[in-house]
């Protein structure tokens, strides 16, 4: 491998899903799964195409129930093109040799190449046909980062030792479906209906189709050409477009052909329809080269806006993260009401869903892409009123977003779930995580600090913020024997407790990760009320019919939400205690693999609610939201010493006490292990780096990327090592190395508060010092805030400090 090169050698089934998903190209509106162009799907292979934001619903039955799911389309398969060849080249000349398939055909030789630099997807594969023919193949394929509607593959063919012909079927495919998911094999996966094919032009075919019940158009035109090839010859059906071509062979020469492809969508602005759109696209497309020389070119811009310098392995898993990050989330999904998927768009998993991990990737964007960032906030926007309407439907006050969100903002959580262990259907009580609301308000803050933009804090961020405030304070309910305010009826981050044991009701009480972050936003609410010039607020106010007595019972709240403790640490939930220990080392011994123990417990008949153990970091994402200083006070505002002492204590008893069920887990605890200075971040820093590129959860990045996980090792290197806040119109710094990095030297370019030029505010870390360069301009000087002194850097400037200790 190289710096900038993602490589397999040798073709293997069993890992196929996972290259496909680690292989998959996007350009932020579309994404296209890395399966091989001459195979369907299947057991092995699933070549997946999702556009963000196309969602469709369906009902299933299932358990006896009829259940309502919203998938994020696998819209019509664009990569096919299968190939066979033949001895001589005339009409009675010997018979066709089958299609050339991984799986029946003999592969001799297998290499993928993921070249991240230039967003750039190369495979060599050599065939041997049963007639002893050799084929050799390379294939580029790129979906294109300058115009997101199009993507192309090359192939080369070169026949070694044989004269005679080669036969090539090009097509596009809709009788796919979302079947990518084994789990959810159970649900109708049927989305494409009236599908029809057809031809444009001798060279140019398309295919259009409609989504089921969402009635998005969809329409790919496509043209295939080669050197030295009989005219391309259309075999049209309803449901597949298909070129074919032959040419002719010759021992050692190579025939190279391009398949061009347009995709539109009626999502897509600025068309007539998304058919003419596709056909007169594909029409002015300029060939293969000229493409690639686009595509390069705005990879090139990206990659010097996201840059990270990181040696070694290390460097080359976090520009990989990047890589997808911004294959999901690239400057063209500005342009569209899109979120942040967590599975990227790259599989099925969590039917292109959004939760709240887009608490973990705009700290990312907020600093090298803030123009993405803001869409994804407006996203959240739009969907104010449904998130209003929710809170009504539940006999509350303000908003409450939705746990899984997709086209409109209403709940998409399942109702039902499947244990694939078990076999059995169970409630799924998920959406009573109504922390997503504070990740919301948390990211609108986190955007304003980072990027200084008054105009969006003050028009939408503070409409937003105030609603989230309003329905914390209306779910709140005061407790006289506890003489506290108490958020009852929740799922906090760990999905493992979902309800008492033995409960009738889900949801539990007292999640100290809920009330904390819920008194966070009713504080900054209040702040940000009393910051707003005086006619906004009054805007506001009126529109949103809010009164002062509302804000002194937000401060209220704010200073007394109850937060449990037990034997000098935070409780998870109250009455968390009384649960049972659970013997973490018999199920290590019984089990190989105990991430998942909810569903071993389960299909044991038990109840992972009965016991003392996390699927992830609950209380501990806490230290990952807020800086030590930031925690201990608020701590102190609900009149709670949170001492060094207490907090470690914390950490230790979760940190026994997690499966790591989650991708997001592991990744959450090196952080917080790294920022308390613990020998152990090391460990789940690096194990977390291997998240999906080995697959830990077993099967599960097959099904799509957890871009969460992604991005928060990115923002690892950024924020969590460096200490990075941006805070009070400042820079802070606070760095923990690692012993591990000790000596290495990484380093990074931010884009923060207006100041870009050059690659934005360089900030490199080496042997207990900093460096900091700010771009030339007429911008205000930074000010660089470090442990116990300040530091103000001017436009142009370069300075180096040294780290306390
Ligand atoms: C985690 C959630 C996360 C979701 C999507 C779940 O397994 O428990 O915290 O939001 O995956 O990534």
Not at 378 to 392: C, G, S, T, V, W
Not at 522 to 546: D, M, Q, S
């Amino acid at each position: 491998m190289t710096e900038w090169a993602w490589e397999y050698e040798g073709y293997d089934p069993s890992q196929e899903r996972l290259r496909e998903s680690l292989c998959a190209l996007g350009n932020g509106r579309f994404a296209t799964r890395g399966a091989l162009a001459e195979c369907s799907a299947d057991q092995i292979h699933y070549p997946g195409t999702y556009v963000a934001g196309c969602y469709d619903r369906v009902a299933s039955t299932v358990a006896g129930r009829r259940i309502e799911n919203e998938d994020m389309v696998n819209v019509p398969n664009w990569l096919p093109l299968r190939f066979r060849c033949r001895d001589g080249t005339g009409p009675g000349e010997s018979a066709w040799g089958p299609w050339l398939h991984p799986d029946t055909t003999r592969i001799l030789e297998h290499r993928q190449v993921l070249h991240l630099g230039s967003g750039l997807l190369e495979r060599r594969s050599r065939y041997a046909d049963p007639g002893g023919r050799l084929l050799d193949i390379r294939q580029l394929r790129l979906v294109h980062m300058a115009d997101p509607h199009l993507a192309s593959l090359r192939t080369e063919f070169t026949t070694p030792d044989w004269a005679g012909e080669v036969e090539v079927e090009s097509s596009i495919d809709a009788t796919v479906r979302n079947v990518g998911v084994p789990r959810y094999r159970g649900l109708d996966g049927r989305h494409l209906v009236h599908d029809l094919a057809g031809t444009e032009s001798p060279d140019i075919a398309w295919l259009c189709c409609r989504t089921r019940t969402s009635d998005v158009r969809l329409a790919l035109a496509f043209h295939t050409s080669a050197t030295d090839a009989t005219p391309v010859r259309c075999l049209n059906t309803r449901t597949r477009a298909v070129q074919l071509l032959q040419f002719p062979t010759q021992p050692g020469r190579t025939v190279t052909v391009d398949k061009t492809v347009a995709l539109h969508t009626s999502h897509d602005p600025a068309i007539s329809d998304p058919l003419h759109a596709a056909v007169d696209r594909v029409r002015h497309a300029p060939g293969f080269d000229g493409l690639l020389a686009s595509h390069r070119y705005a990879w090139d811009q990206l990659w010097r806006r996201a840059e990270l310098d990181v040696p070694g392995e290390a460097g080359l898993i976090l520009r990989l993260h990047l890589f997808h990050v911004l294959q999901t989330l690239s400057p063209h999904t500005a342009e569209l009401d899109v979120g942040v998927p967590a599975r990227g768009l790259h599989g099925e998993a969590y039917r292109g869903h959004v939760f709240w991990d887009e608490l973990f990737v705009l700290p990312y964007l907020n600093l090298h892409f803030p123009e993405v960032s803001r869409p994804l906030l407006d996203y959240r926007h739009r969907r104010l009123e449904r998130a209003r309407l929710a809170a009504r439907d539940a006999g509350h006050r303000g908003a409450m977003y939705p746990w899984q969100s997709g086209s409109d903002g209403r709940e998409e959580t399942q109702r039902l779930h499947l244990n694939p262990r078990s076999g059995r259907w169970l409630p799924d009580h998920t959406h009573l995580q109504q922390h997503v609301g504070s990740a919301v308000a948390y990211n609108i803050w986190q955007y304003w600090e980072a990027t200084g933009d008054v105009g969006f804090l003050h028009a939408k961020g503070a409409e937003r913020l105030l609603q989230i405030a309003r329905f914390w304070a209306d779910r709140a309910a005061y407790d006289d024997g506890l003489g506290r305010y108490r958020i009852r009826g929740v799922v906090g981050p760990d999905e493992y407790h979902d309800a008492y044991p033995d409960a009738e009701t889900p949801g539990i009480d007292d999640n100290a990760y809920t009330s904390v972050t819920a008194a966070w936003v009713l504080t900054r609410a209040r702040e940000l009320l009393g910051a707003l010039p005086e006619p906004r607020r009054r805007e506001l106010t009126e529109r949103i019919a809010f009164d002062g007595g509302e804000a002194e019972l937000w401060r209220d709240i704010a200073h007394r939400l109850y937060v449990p403790f037990h034997k000098g640490v935070i409780s998870q939930f109250d009455g968390y205690e009384t649960l049972a220990e659970l013997d973490w080392d018999a199920y290590r011994t019984r089990c190989d693999d105990i991430r998942r123990l909810d569903r071993i417990l389960e299909a044991e008949g038990d109840s992972v609610n009965r016991f003392q153990a996390s699927k992830q970091a609950d209380v501990l994402m806490l230290g990952y939201l807020f800086s030590p200083a930031d925690l201990t006070a608020l701590f102190a505002q609900l009149g709670h010493t949170l001492d060094d002492a207490t907090w470690q204590r914390t950490v230790d008893h979760y940190l026994q006490r997690t499966s790591h069920g989650s991708t997001l887990s592991g990744l959450v605890h090196g952080w917080v292990l790294t920022r308390a200075r613990r020998a152990e971040a090391w460990k789940f820093v690096h194990e977390a780096l291997l998240g999906d590129i080995a697959d830990v959860l077993g099967g599960t990045t097959g099904e799509g990327i957890h871009l969460g996980a992604m991005a928060i090792t990115l923002d690892l290197v950024q924020r969590g090592l460096t200490g990075l806040q941006t805070r009070d119109g400042a820079l802070w710094l606070d760095p923990a190395p690692l012993p591990e990095l000790t000596g290495a030297s990484y380093g990074f370019a931010l884009r923060y508060r207006g100041h870009w030029g050059g690659w934005g505010v360089g900030l490199r870390m080496r042997r207990g010092r900093v460096s900091i360069t700010v771009p030339a301009s007429d911008r205000a000087a930074i000010t660089v805030q470090l442990p116990g002194r300040a530091v103000m850097v001017r436009p142009g400037q370069s300075r180096e400090l040294m780290l306390p200790d």
